[in-house]
Nanobody
Framework: QVQLVESGGGLVQPGGSLRLSCAASGSILTIGTIGWYHQTPGKPRQFVARITNSGTTTYALSVKGRFTISRDNTRNMVYLQMNSLKPEDTAVYYC????????WGQGTQVAVSS
């Protein structure tokens, strides 16, 4: 099974930007659509964005216009460019197959605070 590892999180001020990366241990073309999700303590994991093999994207309303998902099928990487970050974006971010996730990785923590 392909493993996915997230990175790129950190602490950023409101209005700032971060770029998250998702590295796959194998071909992401075999996974198909890949999504980014986030989770805050005590709440279920929530959908953020997804991208198909051909590059069609879909976003949660809360991030539309601020976040951009992209993928590099040759490098087996998926990215999430996060701009105009807000405190409510604070969460652990995960990448995984959509709609049927594989095993979940450790995620990467994003904290938006002044």
């Amino acid at each position: 099974q392909v493993q996915l590892v997230e990175s790129g999180g950190g602490l950023v001020q409101p209005g700032g930007s971060l770029r998250l990366s998702c590295a796959a241990s194998g071909s992401i073309l075999t996974i198909g659509t890949i999504g980014w999700y986030h989770q805050t303590p005590g709440k279920p994991r929530q959908f953020v964005a997804r991208i198909t093999n051909s590059g069609t994207t879909t976003y949660a309303l809360s991030v539309k216009g601020r976040f951009t998902i992209s993928r590099d099928n040759t490098r087996n990487m998926v990215y999430l460019q996060m701009n105009s970050l807000k405190p409510e974006d604070t969460a652990v971010y995960y990448c995984n197959a959509f709609p049927s996730p594989l095993s979940w990785g450790q995620g990467t923590q994003v904290a938006v605070s002044s």
